[in-house]
């Protein structure tokens, strides 16, 4: 079949609009919905895959920079829907049988803004991005736009979770933090970004089973929060671990607290992960990209098997 997904290409909203598009074309079958809109008014969508009872969430781009990772799930969700089509199967796994057991949920883009700020889609003569300029001039050692991770206003969104968010202000307004930046501000409280506000209320709604946060860089996979400890959590981890080639790590204390993944931990008590694809400096070069996929196409369909 003919290719969707560029994988050679900047991830600009309007772009990632038109694969969104081409993809319900090509898979009539797929289920799109709009989660929550942006600052700026954009289109936060989830998209679909599956009629099981188990649900899974996926998630990428909740750093504006590390949109590399919504390329990832666009790829992800055109090759698990072309499998499912053609009734074939991804390492051995027999896709149409998962489809039947397990929903998918995919995330694609948590950041839209904050993507376009770094991709080049934003109007540089529009309040947003003069704001975001604005913003970035009181952190000049942070490379503007390069350096963005942070949703429009400046809040970064998965710092913005209600689980240690108390702990994660104190840790990072010792680091000087203290206001509105292009990365590590948590925010004037807990899901005051409505960016975050729609994946906690969309996760609340579908009571996944299992989490996936798709972030760069440094080939790890994060599985624990505070003392949770969920069955099968680091079980389900080494087997990420085995199959991706990544390491399975705690998360560093400095960036332990107030991620969707904390929060997911904390309040079902089930399984969740932060993956960090890719090696380098965000935001990674899309010459990376073949690498990435290849490392992670088999680590989220060992997911999904195991969810």
Same mark, same amino acid.
């Given at each position: 079949?003919?290719?969707?997904?560029?994988?050679?290409?900047?991830?600009? %909203?309007?772009?990632?609009?038109?694969?969104?598009? =081409?993809?319900?074309?090509?898979?009539?079958?797929?289920?799109? *919905?709009?989660?929550?809109?942006?600052?700026?008014? &954009?289109?936060?969508?989830?998209?679909?895959?599956?009629?099981?009872?188990? $649900?899974?969430?996926?998630?990428?781009?909740?750093?504006?920079?590390?949109?590399?990772?919504?390329?990832?799930?666009?790829?992800?969700?055109?090759?698990?829907?072309?499998?499912?089509?053609?009734?074939?199967?991804?390492?051995?796994?027999?896709?149409?049988? !998962?489809?039947?057991?397990?929903?998918?949920?995919?995330?694609?883009?948590?950041?839209?803004?904050?993507?376009?700020?770094?991709?080049?889609?934003?109007?540089?003569?529009?309040?947003?991005?003069?704001?975001?300029?604005?913003? *970035? *001039?009181?952190?000049?050692?942070?490379?503007?736009?390069?350096? @963005? $991770?942070? #949703?429009?206003?400046?809040?970064?969104?998965?710092?913005?979770?209600?689980?240690? @968010?108390?702990?994660? =202000?104190?840790?990072?307004?010792? !680091?000087?933090?203290?206001? #509105?930046?292009?990365?590590?501000?948590?925010?004037?409280?807990?899901?005051?970004?409505?960016?975050?506000?729609?994946? %906690?209320?969309?996760?609340?709604?579908?009571?996944?089973?299992?989490?996936?946060?798709?972030?760069?860089?440094?080939?790890?996979?994060?599985?624990?929060?505070?003392?949770?400890?969920?069955?099968?959590?680091?079980?389900?981890?080494?087997?990420?671990?085995?199959? *991706?080639?990544?390491?399975?790590?705690?998360?560093?204390?400095?960036?332990?607290?107030?991620? %969707?993944?904390?929060?997911?931990?904390?309040?079902?008590?089930?399984?969740?992960?932060?993956?960090?694809?890719?090696?380098?400096?965000?935001?990674?070069?899309?010459?990376?990209?073949?690498?990435?996929?290849?490392?992670?196409? &088999?680590?989220?369909?060992?997911?999904?098997?195991?969810?």
């Amino acid at each position: 079949m003919e290719r969707i997904i560029e994988t050679n290409r900047l991830c600009t %909203y309007d772009y990632f609009t038109k694969c969104i598009c =081409k993809l319900k074309e090509a898979f009539p079958f797929l289920n799109l *919905s709009v989660i929550g809109k942006s600052v700026m008014g &954009k289109d936060i969508y989830a998209i679909n895959m599956g009629c099981g009872e188990r $649900k899974i969430m996926v998630n990428g781009a909740h750093h504006a920079n590390e949109w590399i990772t919504t390329v990832l799930l666009l790829k992800f969700i055109e090759n698990y829907c072309d499998a499912y089509k053609n009734n074939c199967s991804i390492f051995g796994e027999c896709i149409e049988r !998962m489809w039947k057991t397990k929903t998918v949920s995919i995330v694609p883009l948590v950041n839209p803004d904050g993507a376009d700020l770094v991709c080049g889609g934003m109007d540089t003569n529009s309040i947003y991005y003069k704001n975001a300029m604005k913003i *970035s *001039s009181d952190f000049p050692n942070i490379p503007f736009p390069d350096g @963005w $991770k942070a #949703n429009i206003e400046g809040c970064d969104l998965n710092l913005n979770y209600p689980a240690g @968010w108390s702990n994660a =202000k104190k840790i990072k307004y010792e !680091m000087g933090y203290t206001k #509105n930046a292009p990365k590590n501000y948590v925010g004037d409280s807990p899901l005051c970004a409505p960016e975050a506000k729609a994946m %906690y209320n969309y996760s609340v709604y579908n009571s996944f089973c299992l989490s996936l946060s798709y972030h760069t860089q440094g080939k790890v996979i994060y599985w624990k929060y505070s003392d949770f400890l969920p069955e099968e959590s680091e079980r389900i981890g080494k087997e990420l671990e085995s199959v *991706s080639g990544y390491s399975l790590d705690i998360t560093p204390v400095e960036s332990g607290f107030a991620g %969707y993944k904390d929060w997911f931990i904390s309040n079902y008590n089930l399984p969740g992960y932060t993956v960090e694809a890719g090696e380098g400096e965000n935001p990674l070069p899309l010459s990376q990209f073949d690498e990435i996929y290849k490392d992670n196409e &088999k680590l989220i369909i060992t997911a999904i098997k195991l969810a």
